[in-house]
């Protein structure tokens, strides 16, 4: 059963195709995959990820969420969209995640401070919860919007580069933290760069430059033939 159908999504500014960052993406999403979304710089990796949250619209095509799945989709942004000078602390920062069950004037109830305190131990800020997020280290901000996710606890996790510039250990951490979601039948897609890792880690793989390379079971994605192909589009200005 899919979790979000897209047929022939393209994306852009003008109706000049050769102008599309995204064309004619069509595939989908299956109900509890977990599905890593590779290419090269400038593919339209992010570009997907916030036509499908709903922040971009297509301007061809349609995106289809299952009935059951709606108003449960959270998007993790790149850290460097992030406003790091926002004064927000770690702790308020991570219980915005209970924001759509609490509402804006109602205080938190024990259930949900439990939440975000077990949230907090999980990424291992919890000594770090009364501070600015613009005290953080880039890793420890990262963490902190997972914590947030986690207590936001949505169906579908869209993830823009989850893992990029942070250090090993947090790696790990994170990547643990996904591989629960996925376990427990959730929806997650993460751009990332790393191609041994998502063999690793990521079932499934959308391989995209600007159109969609290839899509399916990783081992089978990432197969040499794809990746030239990526290449070329590449070489040929997608
Ligand atoms: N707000 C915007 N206005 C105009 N063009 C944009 C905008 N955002 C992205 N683009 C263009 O869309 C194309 C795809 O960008 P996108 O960020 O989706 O790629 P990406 O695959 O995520 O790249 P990277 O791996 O470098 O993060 C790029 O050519 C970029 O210049």
């Known amino acids: 059963m899919f979790a979000i159908r897209l047929e022939g999504v393209c994306v852009g500014k003008r109706e000049n195709t050769d102008d599309f960052i995204l064309k004619d993406i069509t595939g989908q999403f299956e109900q509890g995959s977990m599905t890593a979304i590779l290419g090269p710089n400038g593919a339209g990796k992010s570009t997907l990820i916030k036509t499908i949250s709903g922040f971009l619209k297509p301007i061809q095509g349609s995106i289809t969420i299952a009935d059951t799945l709606k108003n449960q989709l959270s998007l993790l942004p790149q850290l460097s969209e992030i406003d790091r ?61 997972f914590a947030r996710l986690i207590v936001r606890d949505p169906q579908v996790f869209l993830l823009d580069e989850p893992l990029t510039a942070i250090d090993e250990e947090t790696e790990e951490q994170l990547v643990q933290i996904m591989q629960g979601w996925y376990k427990a039948g959730r929806t997650v897609m993460a751009v990332l760069h790393d191609a ?43």
């Open 196 to 238: 041994a890792l998502v063999q690793r880690v990521f079932p499934q793989t959308l391989l995209l430059a600007s159109e969609v390379v290839a899509w399916g079971e990783t081992s089978t994605v990432l197969q040499e033939e794809n990746l030239q192909k990526a290449r070329r589009l590449v070489l040929r200005g997608f």
């Open 85 to 145: 000078s926002f004064p927000i602390t770690v702790y308020d920062l991570v219980a915005l995640g209970a924001w759509r069950r609490v509402g804006a004037f109602r205080g938190y109830s024990q259930q949900e401070k439990e939440k975000i305190a077990t949230a907090l131990e999980q990424v291992g800020l919890t000594a770090y919860a009364n501070q600015l997020i613009g005290t953080l280290s880039g890793g420890q901000l990262q963490r902190a919007l």
